[in-house]
């Protein structure tokens, strides 16, 4: 492994970090904002909208020729309209009844489904700490899932009794 490489491979742990850390924070600022009366196509509309002003340096800047073919017109029309605005959508409307923590922890379903999509379709190999991963987010998952959100598994120590005040 050169030198150069583990540069790349630290910087996209933290790249990743960083993408994992601005998703707790848009999904919790989205589920206050929603729980304090917002509709939450309102709260959704307003963060991606201020996502697509943040972009908007990279759109003035990139090569978007293929959008000028039908297919690449469709491409896009699809993945903004059917994949993104409504997911998003469903998102939030979940939102109003799901804890923000559950909520955000079922998402990661979704990188879990498209690597094995990759695996089963497209015949892709996973390495083993990409398989750990996988076994990590799956116990996850199945933790969220119970009726209790996985707090049946923790063994509390009962409370100790409270004494009651003498009045002397």
Do not use: K, N
């Amino acid at each position: 492994m050169g030198r150069g490489h583990r540069g790349e491979v630290l910087s996209g742990i933290l790249f990743a970090l960083l993408g994992g850390l601005l998703y707790a924070f848009y999904a919790v600022i989205a589920a206050r904002v929603i729980g304090a009366g917002t509709p939450s196509g309102v709260v959704m509309g307003a963060m991606f909208g201020g996502a697509g002003v943040v972009m908007l340096p990279i759109l003035l800047t990139s090569d978007f020729t293929w959008l000028g073919s039908a297919a690449g017109l469709g491409t896009a029309v699809y993945l903004g309209c059917a994949t993104t605005a409504l997911a998003c959508f469903v998102y939030g409307l979940g939102l109003r009844t799901t804890p923000v923590a559950t909520a955000a922890t079922l998402t990661l379903a979704e990188p879990a489904v498209a690597a094995l999509l990759g695996v089963v379709v497209l015949g892709e190999r996973l390495a083993p700490a990409s398989l750990a991963g996988l076994g990590l987010l799956a116990a996850a998952l199945v933790l969220v899932a119970l009726p209790t959100g996985g707090a049946r598994l923790v063994r509390r120590r009962p409370a100790a009794p409270e004494r009651a005040e003498s009045s002397a």
